[in-house]
């Protein structure tokens, strides 16, 4: 299956497709996912976004997202969002503009953060602009 024809940043059901597909269908996806536990760890990463960041899975994965492998998104607008919604018990689905500055120049995105009470997961989704 060919998700990147089927799935967008954009989709109202992202997260449920997230919660169940396989590394191959992230891997398929034209944009980046990071999935992290409750505890920030990321969990999940896909090609697109090790490719986009330059940033192997081994490098990232098992790593805290917020003070390891990106703390340019330990902030207000973003770490914190997923701290208060954890908090609050609430589901989280924001899009906000970005601009990315680890290890690379700055890079213009969306971002997409996604969080529902009782998942696992969390995940952070990342659209760069052309």
């Known amino acids: 299956m060919n998700t990147e024809h089927h ?3 954009a989709d109202a059901a992202i997260f449920d497709f997230l919660e169940r597909a396989d590394d191959a269908e992230l891997d398929g996806l034209d ?7 409750d505890a920030s760890h990321v969990t999940r990463y896909n ?3 090790s490719i986009a960041a330059g940033l192997s899975p081994d490098r990232v994965l098992g790593h805290a997202l917020f003070t390891v492998v990106a703390p340019c998104m330990n902030n207000f607008m973003i770490a914190q969002r997923f701290e208060d ?3 609050d018990g609430s589901a989280l689905d924001d ?3 970005y601009v990315l500055t680890l290890r690379m120049r700055p890079v213009k995105v969306k971002l997409r953060l996604l969080a529902r009470p009782g998942s696992a997961l969390r995940y952070v989704l990342v659209h760069r602009q052309t």
């Open 31 to 37: 944009f980046g996912v990071i999935g992290m536990d």
């Open 85 to 87: 919604a954890q908090q």
């Open 7 to 9: 799935v967008s940043f």
């Open 95 to 97: 899009t906000i503009d």
């Open 47 to 49: 090609r697109f976004e």
